[in-house]
């Protein structure tokens, strides 16, 4: 099936630094990607919607400046997640939309993400 | 409150059937998805079933829908170990916007 991964799988930086993860598509090309964020216990947050070429679009209540998204190739979208606090420790979760094969959505294995 | 809703445990014996429920409020969405996450992994597509349809089944696995109460099942025949993780329900949609709501999981505990 169809492959998503990721990089790095997890990181930990210190609050007020900038971290970048990378989702890329292996197998296929993804004309939309998404980003997700796991918070314990709870189900995966949409965050925002990654097109190829232009501007993400970005949930409610989402900020854009904090969680910088670029789709630059059909293939790799990366999310920023920029002046990280501890409050931003969470797993981030993408997936990728095959153009061409309908609706599924094939996830990313996750980026643990823990600000000190 | 969620949109997607579903019951945050449930524990079965090795070779049990396991039952996973979902219920679900948006009567326009066309996708109906369950979704394995297995502990300090990413998500894996299980099946899905297009809302038009009753029932679903591919091997093990049995997706029931009840379009009328929006009310979705995952029937998982002689449950293994392995089937041990966490199950998310999600409902999506067809066209430009491809919004993918997921409900809070479900944690599967098999007990050997």
């Known amino acids: 099936g169809a492959v998503v991964s990721q990089h790095p799988s997890r990181v930990i930086c210190k609050s007020g630094t900038s971290v970048k993860i990378e989702c890329r598509s292996l197998d296929f090309q993804a004309t939309t990607m998404f980003w997700y964020r796991q918070f314990p216990k709870k189900s995966l947050m949409l965050m925002a919607t990654s097109n190829e070429g232009s501007k993400a679009t970005y949930e409610q209540g989402v900020e854009k400046d904090k969680f910088l998204i670029n789709h630059a190739s059909l293939t790799l979208s990366t999310l920023t997640v920029t002046s990280a606090h501890p409050e931003d420790s969470s797993f981030y979760i993408c997936?990728?939309?095959?153009?061409?094969?309908?609706?599924?959505?094939?996830f990313g294995p996750g980026t643990r993400l823990l600000v000190l | 409150g969620e949109d997607v809703e579903q019951s945050l445990f449930l524990s079965v014996r090795e070779g049990d059937s396991s039952v996973i429920n979902c219920t679900y409020t948006?009567?326009?969405?066309?996708?109906l998805y369950w979704y394995k996450q297995e502990p300090g992994a990413g998500l894996q597509l299980l099946t899905y079933?297009?809302?038009?349809?009753d029932m679903k089944q591919d091997q093990r696995l049995t997706v029931l829908l009840n379009k009328k109460d929006k009310h979705l099942s995952l029937r998982i025949a002689d449950t293994q170990t392995g089937d041990s993780a966490i199950y998310f329900c999600?409902?999506?949609?067809?066209?430009?916007?491809?919004?993918?709501?997921f409900g809070t999981g479900t944690k599967l505990q098999v007990i050997p």
């Open positions: 999600a409902e999506g949609y067809t066209g430009g916007y491809q919004k993918v709501t």
């Open positions: 948006d009567s326009s969405s066309t996708y």
């Open positions: 079933i297009f809302s038009n349809m």
């Open positions: 997936s990728a939309r095959d153009s061409s094969s309908g609706e599924t959505q094939y």
